[in-house]
């Protein structure tokens, strides 16, 4: 239980142009989704959450309108990369957290297999 | 100051050794702490969960939580090359945002 997808799982793309990654829960249904990035042997970096339904909650210094995220529905979250530059090449991951009641096991989260970008 | 503070390694051991790994955080309203394994090029997967101070052990792994001393371990027993891995540790007070360590590399040389 609780598998989460990405997809694409690598993509290149030419600089200037969007880029879309979805993030699904397959097996579960999740109010949380969060998206991270990660550069090479460095830890992962929260870039925004997001709660179905609603807007998403960007962390500091990281341009909401370069990363658009929505939220759509209990299992799927979608990032774009509107016109991507090199400096945006990064391994994307997703998180989603399970909706559960009155547990700690609220509190877990499960990771995607993120998405390899490269913007030449 | 970091919140979480982890050793990036990288962290070589012969087959069979045990493995200790290890981060402090600074937040003491951190209640949830939760250790990650990540192999190259995927995703985390949730290894161990613990809530609170005290020990928790299953199968080879054992995580410990000291929260006196704001201290986090890993234990790996009989480590196998199949451990090779980056592992990160994670905390969270019990609201939406966890902290992450910097990920230690672990090789488990044959």
């Known amino acids: 239980g609780a598998v989460v997808s990405q997809h694409p799982s690598r993509v290149i793309c030419k600089s200037g142009t969007s880029v879309k990654i979805e993030c699904r829960s397959l097996d579960f249904q999740a109010t949380t989704m969060f998206w991270y990035r990660q550069f090479p042997k460095q830890s992962l970096m929260l870039m925004a959450t997001?709660?179905?339904?609603?807007?998403?909650?960007?962390e500091q210094g990281v341009e909401k309108d370069k990363f658009l995220i929505n939220h759509a529905s209990l299992t799927l979250s979608t990032l774009t990369v509107t016109s991507a530059h090199p400096e945006d090449s990064s391994f994307y991951i997703c998180?989603?957290?399970?909706?559960?009641?009155?547990?700690?096991?609220?509190?877990?989260?499960?990771f995607g297999p993120g998405t390899r970008l490269t913007v030449t | 100051q970091k919140e979480v503070e982890q050793d990036p390694g990288p962290l070589s051991v012969p087959e069979g050794a045990i493995v200790s790994l290890n981060c402090t955080y600074s937040n003491s309203a951190f209640q949830y702490f939760m250790w990650y394994r990540q192999y190259s090029r995927k995703g985390p997967e949730l290894l161990m969960y613990t809530y609170s101070s005290g020990n928790k052990e299953d199968g080879r792994f054992t995580a410990q939580v000291d929260k006196s001393s704001k201290y986090i371990s890993l234990f790996i027993r009989d480590s196998q090359p199949s451990d090779s891995a980056t592992y990160l540790c994670a905390t969270n007070t019990g609201g939406f945002k966890t902290i992450f360590g910097a990920g230690t590399r672990l090789f488990v040389k044959a």
């Open positions: 998180s989603a957290r399970e909706r559960t009641s009155g547990t700690t096991r609220s509190y877990e989260q499960y």
């Open positions: 997001s709660n179905e339904g609603s807007k998403a909650t960007y």
